[in-house]
């Protein structure tokens, strides 16, 4: 279960840093 908190938090890693972020989310 995802939160809209997150998915804004998400966007933002993704605009800095969308393979770490990636990662992470893959690994969860």
């Known amino acids: ?7 804004e938090v998400a ?3 993704q605009i800095e840093r969308p393979g770490s972020y990636a990662l992470k ?3 969860r």
Not at 1 to 7: G, K, L, Q
């Open 1 to 7: 279960i995802m939160h809209p908190d997150r998915s």
């Open 11 to 13: 966007k933002r890693l």
């Open 25 to 27: 989310v893959n690994i």
